[in-house]
């Protein structure tokens, strides 16, 4: 393939969180763009998910690691540096970025969870795609060296897995959405040096990585209109495009992103101008196995 070539990843992130973002996820396959889901292996509907996820041989399914707001795989009182006292994994980032990196006790926790996830998803049967992790945690530096060793002492670091490095370029989301230029630009600031640190340790380990990503600045409002402005101006390399989908609100879903629009990013994915735009630029989204 030519330096030039445009590659497209159609990304639904939180994949078994809920039945509505299956069914959400399974129906933009089918009849949409959407090439790719993260899955959470602990969350309550991920048994679903990966029953849909095996009817759906072309989907390209990845890891959707959950160390924070949400619920670990292993048992509360095996992890309890990670946890509250409802046995909840915690939401408040910073101040647990911190333990994570400081706290020995935590770190070995941790470490045990990441390869519990892991195992868990290799008990699926299905083909690993990529790794990412919920709210980008990935980029956290205890997190992706626990990550990258547990794939690799589990076999699962293959050369055709990807990892997810969420960049996104400022002129080319502030275009098609119309605002926020200067918080745009502050957030690829602040994520661009360890960014190109993710980058550069993932290809030492062999692994596939994304040029940039779009729906970081505007996640939960990828709408028809801003996913055909994304297409028009889509650059050379390959490109990330991750949406969070649902069929309809739940609980789990307003729990931690009540302001999502998840009904109108799946409308966009399903999408006739969508497709034909997709179609119209010589793109036939896929995952990063097909790279």
């Known amino acids: 393939m030519t330096p030039a070539a445009r590659r497209l990843i159609v990304t639904g992130d939180d994949f078994g969180l809920c039945e509505p973002v299956n069914e959400a996820i399974e129906r933009a396959h089918r009849e949409g763009i959407l090439s790719a889901a993260s899955l959470m292996v602990g969350a309550p509907a991920a048994a679903d998910a990966v029953e849909r996820a095996r009817r759906s041989p072309g989907l390209r399914v990845g890891l959707h690691l959950v160390v924070v707001e949400g619920s670990p795989v292993l048992a509360p009182a095996a992890v309890p540096d990670l946890v509250d006292a409802q046995g909840e994994l915690p939401t408040a980032l910073f101040a647990t970025g911190v333990r994570y990196f400081f ?96 980058r550069a340790s993932a290809r030492r380990a062999g692994l596939r990585t994304n040029d940039r990503v779009f729906g970081l600045h505007d996640s939960g409002r990828m709408d028809e209109g801003l996913v055909l402005g994304v297409l028009a101006t889509l650059p050379a390399g390959t490109s990330e495009l991750y949406l969070h989908p649902a069929t309809r609100r739940a609980p789990a879903l307003d729990r931690f992103m009540a302001d999502y629009r998840h009904e109108d990013e799946l409308a966009a994915l399903l999408s006739p101008r969508v497709r034909a735009a997709v179609a119209a630029a010589g793109l036939t989204p896929c995952g990063y196995a097909d790279l």
């Open 103 to 198: 706290s020995p006790r935590a770190r070995r926790q941790l470490a045990a969870e990441i390869r519990a996830q892991l195992e868990a998803f290799r008990a699926t049967g299905l083909a690993l795609d990529h790794v990412n992790a919920h709210e980008h945690m990935h980029l956290h530096p205890t997190v992706w060296s626990l990550l990258r060793r547990a794939l690799r002492e589990l076999g699962m670091a293959h050369p055709r897995l990807g990892v997810r490095i969420p960049v996104e370029p400022v002129l080319g989301a502030w275009r098609p959405a119309g605002g926020g230029l200067a918080s745009r630009a502050a957030t690829r600031a602040g994520l661009a040096p360890v960014a190109a640190w993710l």
